[in-house]
């Protein structure tokens, strides 16, 4: 798998951006402290790394939309909790929304180091991980210490969405989400008539577009 690849379930320190999210809730298994899963302290450096998964025909070909900006609000907020090597690989920033670009670079101000590339692999390091990567602007391949990795993972249909849409007679898409056309007034309709879709059944939408439809 994708994630496999990445070193997930291999190593501790490799988490997805949700388990990263759940560490920095106030609530959560930490007390919204960033520490590293295999020791339990502060790591020095985190290495983000953005559509894994996405945009790749071996796995998912469609952008997930909002992985850019919830992976920038985590690097600011670690920056925030004071690790200061903070690195962000990336195909390129999708910051579509208003204020988006703006606080892409107040991130890049407070010192975050975004990397245009694509990983190759992330593997042990001794007490640590090694992040090798193609720095697309160099066309070199590079690697980069790192004490936590995390991934951006594809945003998929949700588990169900095939069985609920064979169950209505609506068609789903190549991707597996629901098959839609913009109607007048723009109702989102489905293949069937009379059953319409919004949010997320349809393909990967952030907060404000799933609530907009």
Request: net charge positive; glycine share 12%.
């Given at each position: ?24 809730a106030?609530?959560g298994p ?17 290495f ?16 997930s ?11 600011y907020?670690?920056?925030?909790h ?13 910051a ?7 606080f892409?670079?107040?991130?890049r101000q407070e ?7 694509h ?11 090694v992040v090798?990567y ?14 936590m990795?995390?991934l951006?993972?594809?945003v ?7 069985g609920?849409?064979?169950?209505l007679g609506?068609?789903?898409d190549?991707d597996?989400f629901l ?9 989102i ?20 577009d799933?609530?907009?439809?």
């Open positions: 798998t994708v994630l496999g690849q990445y070193g997930y379930g291999k190593h501790p320190d490799v988490l997805t951006s949700m388990e990263f999210e759940r560490m920095l106030p609530m930490t007390g919204g402290e960033i520490v590293k899963p295999s020791t339990g302290k502060h790591p020095k450096n985190i983000f790394v953005l559509c894994v998964g996405s945009r790749d025909r071996r796995f998912y070909r469609y952008c939309r909002f992985c850019c900006m919830y992976s920038i609000k985590e690097t907020q670690a920056i925030n004071g690790i200061k090597d903070v690195s962000v690989l990336y195909m390129d920033v999708r579509y929304g208003k204020g988006f670009d703006a892409f670079d107040r991130t010192g975050a180091k975004f990397i245009r590339g990983p190759a692999e992330i593997s042990p390091n001794g007490k640590g991980l090798r193609e720095d697309t602007d160099s066309g070199k391949l590079k690697k980069a210490k790192a004490d990795v995390i951006a993972t594809a998929r249909p949700s588990e169900g969405l095939e609920l849409a064979e169950a609506i068609e789903v190549e597996g098959k839609t056309e913009e109607a007048q007034g723009g109702v309709t489905t293949s069937r008539p009379g059953i319409l879709a919004a949010g997320c059944a349809t393909g990967p939408k952030d907060i404000p799933s609530v907009s439809e």
